[in-house]
């Protein structure tokens, strides 16, 4: 019972364009969700979150969509660098829960030159 | 500059054997976690705590245990270590949502 959910194992974007990565979610008590990017044999490092009361935050290149009416966030990567390319992980807590996170199994981007 | 330590960052070991996978962390963060992750597949939480000697499970069966005798210490041993205990563990620490995660310790048991 996966209740934080990246269909997309892969994604590829030309340099400059803009990349979109989807995640979903079935749990509705979730009220956080957060970013995370990760190199291969590194830990995953946060990168943009949100609360359940706001729809959209941005930082930089970053901006994190949440609908809550369809479960689903997106992250927009604008313009997509090289050093962009990565696994991106999206996550989900519950307050109480005690600040667990749930993880999607992760979406790699790459993006090419 | 890491503020959370994962040793070794690689190990390749028999089965059978004992191993004690190290996790600290300089931060003064009473919760701290141990995920386990595949290629391709999601973080599974294995392990957690809120503090010293309070220790949990997570939501992913682990046939590994964890200690907390200090705040800034959270080793993983794994009795007797087996091939399906191959995997990648990632031990993080936090404040409110705010998590930071170690470099992680790739396991092979052959």
């Known amino acids: 019972d996966q209740q934080v959910k990246q269909n997309s194992p892969s994604l590829s974007v030309q340099e400059g364009r803009i990349s979109i990565l989807n995640c979903d979610y079935t749990n509705s008590m979730f009220d956080y969700f957060l970013w995370y990017k990760k190199y291969p044999a590194e830990g995953p490092t946060f990168l943009i979150s949100i609360s359940s009361i706001k729809d959209k935050n941005e930082d930089g290149r970053f901006t994190v969509f949440l609908n809550k009416s369809a479960k689903h966030l997106s992250l927009h990567i604008v313009p997509s660098q090289p050093g962009d390319s990565a696994v991106y992980f999206c996550a989900a807590s519950e307050y109480n829960q005690g600040g667990k996170l749930i993880f999607g199994q992760g979406t790699e981007l790459s993006v090419k030159p | 500059e890491a503020d959370i330590y994962q040793t070794p960052r690689y190990l390749v070991i028999g089965t059978g054997k004992k191993i004690t996978l190290e996790c600290s962390q300089t931060?003064?963060?009473?919760?701290m976690y141990w995920y386990q992750q595949d290629p391709g597949m999601e973080l599974h939480l294995i392990h957690y705590s809120y503090g010293v000697n309070s220790t949990e499970k997570g939501d992913l069966s682990s046939e590994s245990t964890v200690s907390r005798i200090r705040t800034e210490h959270f080793p993983l041993t794994l009795e007797s270590a087996r091939p399906s205990h191959t995997s990648q563990y990632l031990c993080a620490s936090s404040v409110g949502l705010g998590y930071t995660f170690g470099s992680g310790t790739r396991l092979t048991v052959v």
């Open positions: 931060m003064g963060h009473d919760k």
